[in-house]
């Protein structure tokens, strides 16, 4: 093998209901992916970072995501008693950062698939957790509500016993994906969570992530996508993106089933069950934020990493 | 018909796990169905109350919640044009009162059940929203998870949009059930929760409910049974039901998969996935209550009410 290659997709984060446990693999309908593509070959310089968001990321290539999981990639490889084999690595950094569409997890997932292949795919068992945990070096948290369908593709339900289950979504269903040219730092959308909650409001939430869990299960299309909402978190987060009520209500007028942040924002997307809608709801939902925005219509990734070997 | 007699089972809310949206109607596998039953008859004194535990319920009979049923009933029907047929009720107490095992909830259905048999089946639909009405008298909130499995049976998830959903439940499941001989008004078990509650534990609570149904509808048992837990509304409640910690530590010690408060207790309930282990779990979850408990091996309970014509 000369060269190994992994491709991670974008992702939606809590998907409204399921805050800190459900996240949806996106892919584009048409055009590119949006993802990042971490490459591996066995000479060159340690790190190398191209692509159009590039220049997001930090100058010092220590400090960067994509090596400091070659290092817990390495670590894991030598608790069991092998040895990586030398690599040099590309990262293609198709996704912004801060933006509610899963970048760091997309970099973090990438690296470790293009590794593991690279040296044979003798962690394949624990790319998830070393996932969680490449992620957790970012965001403070082993969450996997984004690592989880950008490993896994899919609608994931991620738990905190370190599982993430596939949850059937139904084929109508289009995501409408509009990042509004804003960064929202993880950390930042955290420091506004209340740390208590009402009572009463939290069972309204989990009332609302049992029905949708449910309702998936049953392929009870409607249902499911009126159970996507979040009077809890997304309250909180909304003013940290200017122009969300307006594209929310515009993108609900014009057929959305369901609307929300991606993530912690300041991405944001809308449920479509019916795909003729799609592009006047994705329409509707970009304009509030002027022009800069990047959008398109989605539908759910059902690969997560693909890898390829040459 | 001269007689129209309608029987409604006990049924553990919450389950642990779901609180104010779980409910579960049980029947003990072995002996007499747990439960109440309403008779309809055309003459006779309103309301005759009989049964072993006639004796909790109020002296005043228009304070009784089967005659408020049949008000509510009646109201409904003259709602909708008709007119209800003259009704002598017989209420037999099966249930013991504030016990955490339905009670209120199997008289509300017994009675609407038996009046609606009574007068042609017309209020089949409504059966489920006025049941709920009728559980709002005594509890003073709308909630569905005792009444929605007492009417319709199996382990209902019951939301704020008022629908109950069955989830499917693993056949070798066996629920023992422990009344000990207490009484806990639910309004005294509502007085103890906290209005608010940390976010990482509510978190921890909607996952764990996800994770529950998501287990139920795949039919993994052992995973879905490590779901039935609660962190946050048990441990203040917990206090109300002297002996419960030791009871739950044992029933679990004896080969329990869960244990917890039934409802708002005192009547608490563990999961067996093996039914070999069941009656050692029973013997284990009733001695530190001592003397004077009721207790049975039960089942899941598919049917809810049931209604004879005569």
């Not at 060269?3 to 939606?12: D, G, K, L, Q, T």
């Not at 690595?89 to 470790?112: N, R």
Request: glycine residues 10%.
């Amino acid at each position: 093998m000369r060269v190994a290659r992994a491709f991670a997709p974008a992702s939606i984060g809590n998907v409204a209901s399921g805050f800190d446990c459900l996240g949806l693999a996106i892919r584009p309908v048409e055009g590119e992916p949006w993802g990042d593509v971490v490459t591996v070959r066995a000479e060159g310089p340690p790190l190398t970072v191209e692509g159009p968001y590039a220049h997001h990321l930090p100058d010092d290539p220590t400090d960067n995501l994509v090596l400091r999981c070659a290092g817990l990639y390495a670590s894991e490889l030598a608790a069991r008693g092998h040895k990586a084999r030398p690599a040099a690595l590309t990262l293609h950094k198709g996704l912004p950062i801060c933006s509610g569409l899963g970048s760091s997890a997309a970099s973090v997932v990438a690296a470790l698939a293009a590794l593991d292949a690279w040296n044979g795919g003798v962690l394949a068992d624990a790319l998830l957790r070393l996932a969680g945990e490449g992620e957790a070096m970012v965001s403070g948290a082993a969450h996997l509500d984004n690592v989880g369908p950008s490993l896994l593709g899919g609608l994931q339900l991620c738990t905190s016993d370190g599982t993430c289950r596939s949850l059937p979504v139904p084929e109508g269903w289009r995501l409408c994906v509009v990042h509004p040219p804003l960064r929202v730092p993880t950390a930042d959308a955290r420091a506004v969570l209340p740390s208590q909650v009402p009572l009463d409001e939290a069972i309204q939430y989990w009332q609302t992530l049992a029905t949708l869990v449910d309702a998936l299960h049953r392929g009870e299309s409607s249902r499911a996508a009126e159970a996507i909402r979040d009077r809890l978190i997304e309250p909180a987060r909304a003013p940290l993106v200017p122009g969300f009520a307006e594209a929310k209500a515009a993108a609900l007028d014009a057929g959305a089933a369901a609307c929300s942040l991606s993530g912690s924002g300041p991405s944001v997307f809308a449920v479509c069950t019916e795909p003729s809608r799609a592009e006047a709801v994705l329409s509707a939902l970009a304009a509030p934020f002027g022009p800069g925005v990047r959008q398109a219509v989605c539908h759910v990734d059902p690969h997560g990493a693909v890898v390829e070997e040459a």
